[in-house]
């Protein structure tokens, strides 16, 4: 019986100090601390700033294509990414360019807290980049990291901005 009662206090104790630390807003200190780490993504497909159904993603790490992500009713998709590895996206529709999003999931190490990533993905019909160097077609559209500055998961606007002017056939932009 004494066991009993020693275990059931030790439970509460266990149980108070987890509850302290999760209105502190996080249970680890330091990523080494806890096994599992992930970015979460939430994925919306638009064509025109709509938002479209009927488009499939497959997920890829390194060269190995992990496979289709499931499509929501909604016509959103939603991911948890390993951290510390490089992940391309790439979403399909028929009728429209295929697109492809390169993530790097890298956090600095001392990281613990970070926000989900909003990924939202425009669509181009097939077509429209008649005359564009197939060269710049097959690079991701999007180069999505962590920044320190910015506090998230951010794609890169210069390399985004490079690619979208190369693709609309209309400037010679250079690094």
């Excluded at 429209?96 to 956090?107: A, G, H, N, Q």
């Excluded at 600095?108 to 160097?133: A, F, H, M, S």
């Amino acid at each position: 019986m004494r066991h009993i009662v020693l275990a059931t206090g030790i439970l509460l104790c266990l149980t108070e100090v987890a509850q302290a630390q999760a209105k502190k807003g996080k249970l680890v200190d330091r990523r080494d601390q806890a096994e599992g780490w992930y970015l979460p993504i939430h994925g919306q497909v638009m064509v025109d700033s709509k938002a479209v159904d009927g488009y499939s993603v497959e997920l890829w790490k390194g060269d190995e294509r992990l496979g289709d992500v499931a499509v929501q009713k909604k016509g959103d998709f939603h991911l948890d990414l390993d951290i510390d590895n490089n992940f391309l996206i790439r979403v399909k529709k028929e009728g429209y360019e295929d697109k492809l999003v390169l993530i790097d999931t890298s956090l600095p190490p001392d990281l613990v807290t970070y926000p989900d990533y909003e990924c939202y993905v425009n669509l181009i019909p097939r077509g429209k980049t008649q005359g564009v160097d197939p060269f710049y077609t097959d690079f991701p559209s999007a180069i999505v990291r962590y920044s320190v500055d910015m506090g998230g998961f951010y794609h890169s606007e210069h390399y985004l901005e490079h690619i979208q002017t190369k693709v609309a056939g209309y400037a010679q932009a250079s690094f």
